[in-house]
């Protein structure tokens, strides 16, 4: 195993990963792609921090995509919240995540099958999903 596909293997902590996922052209090249996409959708801003405030960290999330042949697709980096760090009625009151369902997925492709309907796939390189806040959150 080449150590690039080695750096999609860690399970250690997310630092580690980052430190070894730089030293590679390819990680690189998909951060950047993942910061570029950020900044398109404008999905933050940069403010200073009010008093009495907590920030959730980022961390790097890199995996490997894989053909059914075995050989590699693409690396997929992704920046996400460490969400986990924060307090229940203390940083939030609830948790919600704007995803698809598969019950929703197998419905539609039935309607689809049984209606005739042509269905086309797509990938989606970058898919923002708007979930309303009420509270502001630091990142």
Same mark, same amino acid.
């Given at each position: /195993? &080449?150590?690039?596909? *080695? +750096? ?13 996922? =730089?030293? %590679? #052209?390819?990680?690189?090249?998909? /951060? *950047?792609?993942? $910061? ?11 403010? *200073?921090?009010?008093? &009495? #405030? ?6 790097? =999330?890199?995996?490997?995509?894989? !053909?059914?042949?075995?050989? $590699?697709?693409?690396?997929?980096? !992704?920046? =996400?919240?460490?969400?986990? /760090?924060? !307090?229940?009625? $203390? ?7 704007? =995803?698809?369902?598969?019950?929703? $997925? !197998? ?6 099958? %049984?209606?005739?309907?042509? +269905? ?20």
């Amino acid at each position: /195993m &080449n150590k690039l596909k *080695d +750096v999609s293997l860690l399970k250690s902590q997310s630092q580690t990963l980052f430190k070894m996922a =730089v030293k %590679y #052209k390819e990680w690189c090249d998909s /951060m *950047d792609e993942e $910061i570029k996409a950020l900044k398109k959708h404008k999905t933050w801003e940069l403010v *200073d921090l009010p008093e &009495n #405030k907590e920030v959730v960290g980022l961390k790097w =999330v890199c995996k490997t995509k894989y !053909r059914s042949d075995g050989s $590699i697709q693409k690396y997929k980096a !992704r920046l =996400v919240a460490k969400g986990y /760090m924060q !307090r229940e009625g $203390i940083d939030f009151e609830e948790t919600f995540a704007p =995803v698809a369902r598969f019950d929703t $997925i !197998r419905t539609i492709l039935a309607l689809a099958a %049984y209606n005739k309907w042509c +269905v086309y796939q797509f990938d989606v390189k970058s898919a923002f999903l708007n979930g309303v806040l009420d509270e502001e959150v630091y990142v």
